[in-house]
T-cell receptor
Framework: RKEVEQDPGPFNVPEGATVAFNCTYSNSASQSFFWYRQDCRKEPKLLMSVYSSGNEDGRFTAQLNRASQYISLLIRDSKLSDSATYLCVVNRFGGNTPLVFGKGTRLSVIA | GAVVSQHPSRVICKSGTSVKIECRSLDFQATTMFWYRQFPKQSLMLMATSNEGSKATYEQGVEKDKFLINHASLTLSTLTVTSAHPEDSSFYIC????????????FGPGTRLLVL
């Protein structure tokens, strides 16, 4: 079983739509969780951290369920510029340890 | 914000040659840097953790004698792909953790390697 699993998509949605991505992780000792965004042929960039209480940043809402080892990202009012690959990322043990990336979910927002 | 640079951004080489990729943290000290590799339509796969002043820690399946890592200073780590072969063609990305902000990891822009 992969350490971080995501639905690869692609998700093709019209502008203004709401779209949700899901992710599961296998290591229950994982400490920190993130969503990164990666544009084609570019490095990944941090979109937001994910906290147990859930957190929101504008049109983006992230949720974490530690009991189910499940992370989600909700994007409201999709924009064309949201088209990218969204990576679910887990920090294995916190501190100075590496990030583990999911394969990513491809989103295309269509005019 | 913090910046990580990589050089070169892309390289084309002949099979059997060695290629060195540099990763620099430009305005912070990074005691630890990470090297990832990404094949087309695949996720970033961690290759190794580079620690300043000590040996790198390699992930299972990554040959340490083929992918030489040197982290000689707090702002520079290098990855050398020795005797490169076409199957080594990939997108190599480094990241660095700001010593003062343990949870924040900054990524370099990546190096695209093509081995002919």
């Amino acid at each position: 079983r992969k350490e971080v699993e995501q639905d690869p998509g692609p998700f093709n949605v019209p502008e203004g739509a709401t779209v949700a991505f899901n992710c599961t992780y296998s290591n229950s000792a994982s400490q920190s969780f993130f969503w990164y965004r990666q544009d084609c042929r570019k490095e990944p960039k941090l979109l937001m951290s994910v906290y147990s209480s859930g957190n929101e940043d504008g049109r983006f809402t992230a949720q974490l369920n530690r009991a189910s080892q499940y992370i989600s990202l909700l994007i409201r009012d999709s924009k064309l510029s949201d088209s990218a690959t969204y990576l679910c990322v887990v920090n294995r043990f916190g501190g100075n340890t590496p990030l583990v990336f999911g394969k990513g979910t491809r989103l295309s927002v269509i005019a | 914000g913090a910046v990580v640079s990589q050089h070169p951004s892309r390289v084309i080489c002949k099979s059997g040659t060695s290629v060195k990729i540099e990763c620099r943290s430009l305005d912070f000290q990074a005691t630890t840097m990470f090297w990832y590799r990404q094949f087309p339509k695949q996720s970033l796969m961690l290759m190794a953790t580079s620690n300043e002043g000590s040996k790198a820690t390699y992930e299972q399946g990554v040959e340490k004698d083929k992918f030489l890592i040197n982290h000689a200073s707090l702002t520079l780590s290098t990855l050398t792909v020795t005797s490169a072969h076409p199957e080594d063609s990939s997108f190599y990305i480094c990241s660095a953790r700001d010593w003062g902000q343990q949870e924040t990891q900054y990524f370099g822009p990546g190096t695209r390697l093509l081995v002919l």
